[in-house]
């Protein structure tokens, strides 16, 4: 599985646009890439995925260049409620043998007013 | 609908006794993950169930954790002799399609 690296922290203000970029040079044809959000005291949550381009839903969008190994983790305009822990993560899609998460430390995400 | 829970919340016990800890999926979801979460630190992968059968169990870190599960249904975290290394909190997800859905986790201070 594909190791990852990013920011172990950032700070933001409320109302700007937050990008997270995450490095995964080893990442294989099959992979995916996941990002999840942790609060404290809470287990993480799915926020998006994708496999190449970009992909947008109602939280967040996700970018990915056309090699692959990198991708950026789009929050627009946040708010103190996303202060939190992302997490990016590289592996097979359901429907592998295993679909174990494997997670690094995660970039800590301050939002202040 | 309901999500995934977990049991207890929090568990205080004595180096050396034997811990259980519980996981219940969301119904219907046949894989089923434990992970554990030192403080500060990601999650570390210990188990992965697809139905009753643990076809990845690469991650546990001893001979002294197990774990088993009911059907497509309950699983439960077994420590035994805990040792204070083994403070965390442990996180139980489910899933069935690429989405794993975790639960609050327990957390496990061993004294």
């Known amino acids: 599985l594909a190791k990852t690296t990013q920011p172990i922290s950032m700070d933001s203000y409320e109302g700007q646009e937050v990008n997270i970029t995450c490095s995964h040079n080893n990442i294989a044809t099959n992979d995916y890439i996941t990002w999840y959000q942790q609060f404290p005291s809470q287990g993480p949550r799915f926020i998006i995925q994708g496999y190449k381009t970009k992909v947008t839903n109602e939280v967040a969008s996700l970018f990915i260049p056309a090699d692959r190994k990198s991708s950026t983790l789009s929050l627009p305009r946040v708010s103190l409620s996303d202060t939190a822990v992302y997490y990016c993560?590289?592996?097979?899609?359901?429907?592998?043998?295993?679909?174990?998460?494997?997670f690094g430390t995660g970039t800590l995400l301050a939002v202040q007013p | 609908g309901a999500g995934v829970s977990q049991s207890p919340s929090n568990k205080v016990t004595e180096k050396g006794k034997d811990v259980e800890l519980r996981c219940d999926p969301i119904s219907g979801h046949t894989a089923l993950y434990w992970y554990r979460q030192r403080l500060g630190q990601g999650l570390e992968f210990l188990i992965y169930f697809q139905g009753n059968s643990a076809p990845d169990k690469s991650g546990l870190p001893s001979d002294r954790f197990s774990a088993e599960r009911t059907g497509e249904s309950v699983s439960t975290l077994t420590i035994q002799r805990t040792q204070q290394e083994d403070s965390a909190v442990y996180l139980c997800?489910?899933?069935?399609?690429?989405?794993?859905?975790f639960g609050p986790g327990t957390r496990l201070t061993v004294t």
């Open positions: 997800a489910s899933s069935s399609t690429n989405e794993q859905y």
């Open positions: 993560l590289v592996g097979v899609r359901y429907g592998g043998a295993t679909n174990k998460l494997i």
